[in-house]
T-cell receptor, first 107, second 114 residues
């Protein structure tokens, strides 16, 4: 089977850095993706890691360690608009999304 | 360019009824996936279609079915609706079925079962 674990909630202040971790168990693994979803909105793609290491896209970075079945999303220079739910997703046999981490950014 | 469009946006049904949800992918995208999202949880994979063939199926009962048309649009059908089917149904399209392709989600159909 396939399962993912993420912290349920994270709180940080504007301008801070926050890391959202994701561990996964999957039969067959091609890569780890991250999606952002604002309340009432659709998930939007943030990043994809197929190989070990760090991928940087602006204020967001994503890391993958295939040997540890672990990845994280790093958000820098937090802004109020970053308050949302963040999902890691594994593509193995199918796409499997994690339960989501609700990020609250405080002024 | 238009994004992924889903219809209807909201739907209210009663137990035992049948529902059809529709999805039009981004132009040029050949893969369409369907997800069910219950409030406070992550999207749960239902189906993936690519080039009009089912390429993946999640852990959902046979009451759930789907198809993809020659223009790559897709329908999700749910029979014998149960209260537990109340959820947001999301459609996502991507260029192809490879996992490195970003999935672009529509705004979803919110289905309420009374």
């Amino acid at each position: 089977g396939q399962s993912l674990e993420q912290p349920s909630e994270v709180t940080a202040v504007e301008g801070a850095i926050v890391q959202i971790n994701c561990t996964y168990q999957t039969s067959g693994f091609y890569g780890l993706s991250w999606y952002q979803q604002h309340d009432g909105g659709a998930p939007t793609f943030l990043s994809y890691n197929a190989l070990d290491g760090l991928e940087e896209t602006g204020r967001f970075s994503s890391f993958l360690s295939r040997s540890d079945s672990y990845g994280y999303l790093l958000l820098q220079e937090l802004q109020m608009k970053d308050s949302a739910s963040y999902f890691c997703a594994v593509y193995g046999q199918n796409f499997v999304f994690g339960p989501g981490t609700r990020l609250s950014v405080l002024p | 360019d238009a994004g992924v469009t889903q219809s209807p946006t909201h739907l209210i049904k009663t137990r035992g009824q049948h529902v059809t949800l529709r999805c039009s992918p981004i132009s040029g995208h050949k893969s369409v996936s369907w997800y069910q999202q219950v409030l406070g949880q992550g999207p749960q994979f239902i189906f993936q279609y690519y080039e009009k063939e089912e390429r993946g199926r999640g852990n959902f009962p046979d009451r759930f079915s789907a198809r993809q048309f020659p223009n790559y649009s897709s329908e999700l059908n749910v029979n014998a609706l149960l209260l537990g089917d109340s959820a947001l149904y999301l459609c996502a399209s991507s260029l192809d079925r490879r996992g490195n392709q970003p999935q672009h989600f529509g705004d979803g159909t919110r289905l309420s079962i009374l």
